[in-house]
């Protein structure tokens, strides 16, 4: 079965410009959540998503958007650009968002996001 | 604030021993689960090792285990008989919800395992 796969691998955008980051969940998972990884630190929660609606947020700017599609898939918008933007962006899918804790998630490859 | 703290940028093992990575937290919230997640080179973060918080027996899995505090907020994990295939960033990461579910991640160990 295929992982989570993420679209594209690598991006160079400029400052001010606009970016759409996909992410493909494992077959049958039905969340999935968005990080940035700035290098040389953890990954930063950014969004969760289940069922096509928001579960989740963390502390970013509203220049910051995703949405999820009837197929489970998702996308992440980052308006805007900035420098400090660039990051690689992870996607990871999990079965499902329950009241009991959070299930496992499986992380894809990730995007490398280049802002220049 | 819920914070997670990683006090070891760099640790080394020699093939066959033990180590133990270390990993503190904050959080005011009640109900929370703890993570390890391994990021070898170049490759996808995994889980390696979950804890719940309202669980007292520590968490193992083969030859990964932690040592869960709660009063103390610690949440270390020993890794036993190290392999060359264990070198490796390693997070330690906070998830809770109360309404809406958060992650929190630490700002990850360099373990280098030396043959």
């Known amino acids: 079965d295929a992982g989570v796969t993420q679209s594209p691998t690598h991006l160079i955008k400029t400052r001010g410009q606009h970016v759409t980051l996909r992410c493909s969940p494992i077959s049958g998972h039905k969340s999935v959540s968005w990080y940035q990884q700035v290098l040389g630190q953890g990954p930063q929660f950014i969004f969760q998503y289940y069922e096509k609606e928001e579960r989740g947020r963390g502390n970013f700017p509203d220049r910051f958007s995703a949405r999820q599609f009837p197929n489970y898939s998702s996308e992440l918008n980052v308006n805007a650009l900035l420098l400090g933007d660039s990051a690689l962006y992870l996607c990871a899918s999990s079965l499902r968002v329950s009241d009991r804790g959070p299930n496992e998630q499986y992380f894809g490859p990730g995007t490398r996001l280049t802002v220049t | 604030a819920q914070t997670v703290t990683q006090s070891q940028p760099e640790m080394s093992v020699q093939e066959a021993e033990t180590v133990t990575l270390s990993c503190t937290y904050d959080?005011?919230?009640?109900?929370?689960?703890l993570f390890w997640y391994k990021q070898p080179p170049s490759r996808q973060m995994i889980l390696v090792i979950r804890?719940?918080?309202?669980?007292?027996q520590n968490a193992t899995e083969n030859r990964f285990s932690v040592n869960f505090q709660k009063a103390a907020k610690s949440f270390s994990l020993k890794i036993s008989d190290s392999q060359l295939g264990d070198a490796a960033m390693y997070f330690c990461?906070?998830?809770?919800?109360?309404?809406?579910?958060?992650?929190?991640f630490g700002t990850g160990t360099r373990l280098k395992v030396l043959a």
């Open positions: 990461a906070l998830a809770f919800t109360s309404g809406t579910y958060k992650y929190i």
């Open positions: 804890q719940e918080a309202y669980k007292q």
């Open positions: 959080t005011s919230e009640s109900d929370y689960y």
